[in-house]
């Protein structure tokens, strides 16, 4: 059974920064894409931001290019989303969400392509 467990949200003002976590466990992480989506009040689930399992392929929606980073540390089964510069728009719960997969470049931006998920993280940004 592979469990997602996201922390590090919570309330901050506009222009600042959080840094959320994902702790991954259950199964051999480094085999595993990630990435984080988030979901705003009445929208759906949209893609944020991807990493493929070495860690050396990274991909970012357009509305968080140069703001968000993402990252990986494969010795802790976690991965990061580092935010900054955040905007009142920013403001949803977010999720990371882990893949299968055999390529190490490889990462993926569909809801449907993963696997599992975590119980999300809400993130406020206040103006």
């Known amino acids: 059974q592979v469990q997602l467990v996201e922390s590090g949200g919570g309330l901050v003002q506009a222009g600042g920064s959080l840094r959320l976590s994902c702790a991954v466990s259950?199964?051999?992480?480094?085999?595993?894409?990630m990435g984080w989506f988030r979901q705003a009040p009445g929208k759906e689930r949209e893609f944020v931001s991807a990493?493929?399992?070495?860690?050396?392929?990274?991909y970012y929606a357009d509305f968080v290019k140069g703001r968000f980073t993402i990252s990986r540390d494969n010795a802790k089964n976690t991965v990061y989303l580092q935010m900054n510069s955040l905007k009142p728009e920013d403001t949803a719960v977010y999720y990371c969400?882990?893949?299968?997969?055999?390529?190490?470049?490889?990462?993926?931006?569909?809801?449907?392509?993963?696997?599992?998920w975590g119980q999300g993280t809400q993130v406020t940004v206040s103006s």
């Open positions: 259950g199964r051999t992480f480094n085999r595993y894409a």
């Open positions: 990493i493929s399992w070495s860690g050396g392929t990274t």
């Open positions: 969400a882990a893949v299968t997969t055999t390529g190490g470049t490889y990462y993926y931006t569909r809801l449907k392509d993963y696997e599992y």
